[in-house]
């Protein structure tokens, strides 16, 4: 039978990494003259294609998609976009030196490849960025520690704190006072850490409110990025001492784990009963 004219055999298209810009304004309150905008001025920087070039179009990761709904959430303030940026890097400084922490606490091998996903180049830069995780964390009472103790000591406790478990706890008791707020910095560090990689991975990532699993962890938690002129800091339960002193200085309150339930609940819009729920990829 002759081939119809202009046909060819070819290969079925291979789907592109990442998300159009379509894909990001469905997923987040950002509109299209936002995009442009904070790509115009490198707010977002586009991790899979940058749209340089001609023909090209940008494609972004999903902690892009992150990113932007974080800054429409700021924009909608009417802020400058100082603030935003501001805002977009105590993100940044809470993201990685979560993930850091995580990592380093479960021993996850470095990853390297893909390139949007690898966010340390070496084993002890990621190493450093766990330690700020923990100096950034304040102690239950609200103190923040000091950053004299060694990163070796911190891991040293991370590791017997993993093996011995409660017995570990049984043991701050003997603690002198500035003891007792490392350790307590460090709890609140990894319960942060869990916290949000189960927030990056778990049904938050599918736009499905809080389940069972984190309801028997009794991880109900207030993760919430606070911004105002001067920069952002990410707080995990802020004791309300701090709390004032945040709401006393006219703070926005981004909520991180509604942020995320809000992507995953655009991107599921409309879907079929039974059918599987679309997840955020890997961020």
Known sequence: MPRPKGSKNRPPAVPKPGYSTSDVMS??????????????????????????????????????????????AVNEFQVPVSVIRGALRGFHDFHRSAVAFYEEYHDVPLLTEPAHLALFPSSRMREIRASLHVFATRSASGERIGSSRPWSEMLSWMRHRRTHGPAAEAELASFDADRRVFESAIERSLRAAEFWAHIRTGPFNRGLPVDAWIVGKGWIHILGLFVNKHGASVELD??????????????????????????????????????????????
């Open 238 to 283: 802020p004791p309300p001492a701090v709390l004032r002193h945040l709401i006393s200085e006219k703070s926005i309150v981004v909520d991180l784990p509604d942020l995320v339930v809000g992507i995953g609940t655009r991107m599921n819009a409309g879907h079929a009963v039974g059918a599987p729920w679309e997840q955020l990829g890997a961020w």
């Open 27 to 72: 997923m987040t309150s950002a509109t299209d003259s936002n995009l442009k905008h904070w790509t115009n001025i490198n707010l977002i920087q586009s991790a899979i294609e940058s749209g340089a070039g001609r023909g090209s179009a940008r494609r972004f990761s999903p902690l892009n998609v992150v990113e932007v709904a974080l800054c429409a």
